[in-house]
């Protein structure tokens, strides 16, 4: 049930008397009151002497001491001696239970800092320094660049009852490092049902503030950051993120108040401190502050000291031109930064400038007319020149909508200027972004540690579509601007974009000094654009506070055009081939261009799309990549379906579903994790197949998330998971690497692709036959100034089942290799041809009763899905010499020969007996019908070729007489044509 009185004051007597024999007895002045440790919410007042001071003595006995959950109010302290609370004295102040922490000159008490190296697959990176990713004291705040470690700030707070913790921090815009903010007790698990938060990004680099509850008991606090960035070779580009004050309640009682820090000041009772303002000073626990000699001295918000004043330079003022009067005259003046810190009644010092004479203000910018004194856009179906007043378009015209801003007497419609500061001071009334005639320029005053950021919002863009699927960039819109920048080398200027609610990202930065110069970019997609030119110092980051002087530089930016716009002004108007509405020209039919010589729409050529439907010009027209077809005159589009080049046909069909894969998991030494995960659609219509990718951010103070989104065919996204039992999955830098599929092509064997595929680890054998999905995504970036293209290579596997294997590169888990050609691999037998009829196997059965059946096997690399090739055939037959047995097969054709042999002879044989019965027959004629009497000599001869002739005209009646002759004539000389035959004497010869 815990001490008891006499336990306790034992407990203390023994501490007392043992002591050094030199040192002196202990007097009721040399013990102060401490309280011991709770056990079951009870603790005890006991004396205890100072260490090294006394020995011996009698300390007064213990005494019960409050409750362990009790605490002062606000600005209020304990006093132990009375146990009752008592008001702060002027020059501290009090927060009553609880701690707060805002001085960041070193790492408070009770602080720790560990870095993490990041590793793959287990195996960690050793050659990385860690010592440029920690988090570190910046004086008003701590900080952190994470680059190549992840770094965690802790803080174990306990508790005495229910508290809350509160924290300011700022995470710059255009971040590529995040915190994930947790809280864990004693056995390191996490407090709350979620696994911690992970913090939104400020907005504009404002302040951002979280509350949240703690449960008494120990409480681990770590804030751990990361970066996700692949390059981080440029520190100065390294995101920056801040936290200037944690607040904790619900701990132990405060037993004395806290001085205020150097540079602040405050009244009795008080729970916080003020700043000085500027011009006073003050020391460390003041209740007033002192102020500077107006004449000689200055200082900054919440300063220490005074500065002496320097002789003004030319740096301590800036021009500034007026906006134009009743008259439309401008002038040039001159205005002092603010605040003044600097002298003109000492030697070498400067005055300011005598204002500029009077003189005409400079015309509008094309499209604007004046009134009122500013420039304003002409009304709707005007233009101008800027010069002239507005002009109402013709007949069948229609303003040409752009954003052309050469004049800058005063901001311009949809532009806005800000000022972010880094410190607790806010940025003066005057700093940002200021016009000045011919050119904007930013001011920063005596912000050091500030940005200044140009917004100009674009509504959209006059196009139905772009990028088009399966081309090459197609325009909607260009953005141009001409500037120039001076400075050092920390001086940055930022051209940001941010399409539609698409996370803002730099699309191009300059350091240092750049002559005046034109930069291009391209919009390929027609959606909703913020324009940002952000201007910053970031030597803070890098220099002591002390040093950081003169660190301004300054950007000037002289024009800002915009074309194809929705609205805005127009310098010219535009025949409208279809007439003409209230919103303007009557589009063409999809698919149609406008002939410029005879101003009507025309239908494109065959299998080519044009992106908007007021193009100009039959080169308006852009043929579709290899392996599209043009669809609806507006889009090319794989049907999913393909034919190469051998006649061979593929259907993809099956994958048209949306695939989600994942890259390679990267670790940090203890166990953080994250990874790069990839949303495809391979083909189809990117209006119904197109995949998403979403960023999602959640602080303590939102109850819902805020959700980024990216739409392409193929986008990809990093994962970062955090750790314990409930899985709270932050995704973020969701970007596209596949807008639209330019072209599908096969057998693309050379070198470059060949390389691609040793890169990435994949194997080149078969390559032959793979077939390639080629995307892209045209938005340039700072590492890809080009856009990034994704080639998805298909490769026939007949053994896969379903939708085959989906793999990112082995020897590049982010799915690239340069950060700019993204590639994958997909193993499936839907990249197998559909098998022809041509390609099986051809088995003839056997002849059955006058049929037969023909088997036809497919080969082993086609697919018969989707074919029309008959299986099985029935046909009529006869026996065939093929399927006799072999004897027969040699015997029929042995006697077959032999048949043929004895018909020949027949023939011949037949033949020559003509002749001879012919000649017999004559014979017989000539011998005037006496038996055995031959003719004269003279009758037996024939004249030459008479014999055929002849023999073709004797008609031999008695049929049977060749048959005895025959048979006379065998075993005779069948040479001689002659019967033999006995002649008697009396038979005359002549």
């Known amino acids: ?144 660049r994470p680059a190549d470690c992840g770094s965690t700030l802790i803080y174990a707070a306990r508790l005495v009852k229910p508290g809350t913790l509160t924290f300011i921090y700022q995470q710059t815009a255009h971040q590529i490092a995040y915190i994930h903010f947790t809280v864990q007790n004693d056995q390191c698990q996490a407090t709350d049902k979620e696994d911690g938060k992970w913090l939104s990004g400020s907005e504009g680099g404002k302040w951002e503030t979280v509350t949240m509850d703690l449960k008494s008991g120990l409480n681990i606090l770590s804030w751990k950051a990361i970066s996700v960035e692949t390059d981080n070779d440029n520190p100065q580009a390294q995101p920056v993120i801040v936290i200037k004050k944690i607040e904790i309640s619900g701990v132990a009682f405060t037993s004395e108040c806290s001085k205020c820090k150097n540079g602040s000041y405050s009244s009795s009772g008080s729970h916080s401190c003020t700043p000085c303002p500027i011009n006073t000073y003050s020391g460390h626990g003041a209740s007033q502050c002192t102020p500077c000699d107006p004449a000689t001295e200055f200082s900054d918000l919440g300063a220490s000291v005074c500065q002496k004043k320097p002789p003004c330079t030319e740096k301590d003022y800036y021009m500034v031109q007026s906006p134009c009067d009743e008259k439309e005259k401008t002038r040039v003046f001159y205005k002092w930064i603010e605040p003044r810190i600097c002298r003109t009644d000492v030697q070498g010092a400067v005055n300011l400038p005598q204002d500029g004479e009077s003189s005409a203000c400079p015309p509008c910018s094309p499209g604007m007319h004046r009134i009122n004194r500013t420039c304003e856009f002409c009304p709707p179906n005007h233009y101008s020149d800027g010069i002239s007043g507005c002009k109402q378009c013709t007949v069948n015209t229609s303003p040409d909508y752009d954003y052309n801003y050469k004049s800058f007497s005063t901001l311009l419609p949809n532009m806005t200027s800000e000022c972010v500061s880094l410190q607790d001071k806010d940025c003066s009334n005057e700093s940002g972004w200021l016009p000045f005639g011919d050119h904007l320029h930013s001011h920063v005053g005596r912000n050091e540690n500030a940005y200044v950021l140009l917004h100009l919002k674009i509504p959209g863009f006059r196009a139905t579509s772009g990028p088009l699927e399966g081309m090459s960039a197609v325009t909607v819109g260009e953005i141009s601007f001409e500037f120039e920048t001076s400075g050092s080398d920390s001086c940055q200027l930022l051209f940001i974009v941010a399409e539609g609610q698409d996370i803002q990202s730099i699309k191009q930065q300059w350091t240092g000094t750049n002559r005046k110069q034109r930069y291009v970019y391209q919009v390929t997609k027609n959606s909703s654009l913020s324009l940002i030119w952000a201007f910053q110092n970031s030597a803070w980051m890098y220099t002591s506070k002390d040093s950081q002087t003169n660190l301004n530089g300054v950007a000037k930016i002289y024009s800002i055009k915009v074309t194809n716009t929705l609205n805005g002004g127009a310098e010219k108007c535009q025949t409208c081939p279809e007439g003409t509405t209230r919103d303007g020209c009557i589009p063409c039919p999809e698919g149609h261009y406008i002939d410029p010589d005879i101003m009507k729409c025309m239908k494109c050529p065959p299998n080519t799309v044009v992106y908007s439907r007021s193009s100009y010009g039959v080169n308006s027209c852009k043929p579709c990549g290899p392996g599209l077809i043009a669809s609806k005159g507006s889009t090319c589009v794989s049907e999913c379906t393909f034919r190469d080049t051998q006649g061979r046909n593929y259907d993809f069909k099956n994958l048209t579903s949306f695939h989600l894969i994942e890259g390679g998991h990267l670790f940090t030494s203890k166990g953080t994790q994250f990874y790069r995960a990839f949303n495809i659609s391979l083909c189809g219509d990117p209006e119904d197949v197109s995949v998403s990718c979403k960023d999602n951010f959640t602080s303590s103070m939102e109850e819902t998330s805020k959700i980024e989104s990216v739409r392409s065919m193929i986008c990809k996204m990093t994962m970062v998971p955090a750790q314990g039992q409930v899985s709270a999955v932050m995704t973020t830098q969701s970007s596209s690497i596949g807008d639209h599929l330019t072209k599908v092509v096969w057998n693309q ?199 055929d002739d002849q023999l073709d005209t004797v008609k031999i009646t008695k049929g049977t007489r060749f048959f005895r002759n025959f048979k006379k004539m065998s075993g005779k000389d069948l040479d001689n044509p002659f019967e033999s035959m006995q002649m008697k004497e009396s038979t005359p010869l002549t």
């Open 1 to 144: 049930m815990g001490f008891t009185s006499g336990t306790v004051f034992l407990m203390a007597l023994s501490a007392s008397v043992y002591c050094l024999p030199d040192l002196p007895v202990c007097t009721e002045n040399d013990y102060h009151y401490e309280y011991t440790e709770c056990k079951n919410d009870l603790r005890w007042r006991v004396s205890v002497p100072t260490p090294g001071k006394c020995s011996g003595g009698t300390p007064s006995a213990p005494v019960l001491a409050k409750e362990c959950s009790f605490t002062c109010k606000p600005g209020e302290f304990l006093d132990i001696s009375k146990q009752i609370c008592v008001e702060c004295q002027a020059g501290t102040y009090s927060i009553g239970g609880g701690a707060r922490f805002e001085e960041w000159d070193k790492l408070p008490d009770g602080f720790t800092v560990k870095t993490e190296t990041y590793s793959f697959l287990g195996e960690e990176d050793t050659s990385k320094n860690c010592s440029s990713s920690e988090w570190k004291p910046y004086g008003n705040y701590i900080g952190v």
């Open 749 to 947: 064997t050379d070198k470059n692709l060949t390389d691609l595929y040793t890169k990435a680890g994949f194997s080149t054998q078969g390559i032959e036959n793979d077939i390639q999905f080629h995307y892209a995504a045209d938005a340039p970036t700072l590492a890809c100034p080009n856009g990034r293209t994704t080639i998805l290579s298909l490769r026939c596997d007949m053994k896969q089942e379903g939708s085959g294997i989906l793999s990112t590169p082995p020897k590049c888990p982010d799915g690239t290799c340069d950060g700019c050609i993204f590639h994958f691999l997909w193993t499936t037998q839907s990249a197998c041809p559909i098998c022809r009829q041509m390609d099986f196997e051809k088995v003839i059965g056997e002849c059955v009763g006058g049929k037969q059946i023909i088997h036809y096997y497919p080969p082993k690399n086609c697919t018969l899905k989707g074919t029309n090739a008959k299986m099985l055939e029935e046909k009529k037959c006869t026996v065939e010499l093929r399927s006799l047995p072999f004897m027969f097969q040699i015997a029929i054709p042995v006697v077959l020969g032999l048949a043929l042999i004895l018909g020949v002879m027949l023939f011949v044989i037949w033949r020559r007996n003509r002749k001879l019965e012919y000649r017999y027959m004559k014979l017989v004629e000539s011998s005037g019908g006496k038996d055995g009497e031959l003719p004269g000599v003279d009758s037996c001869a024939l004249e030459e070729d008479e014999e």
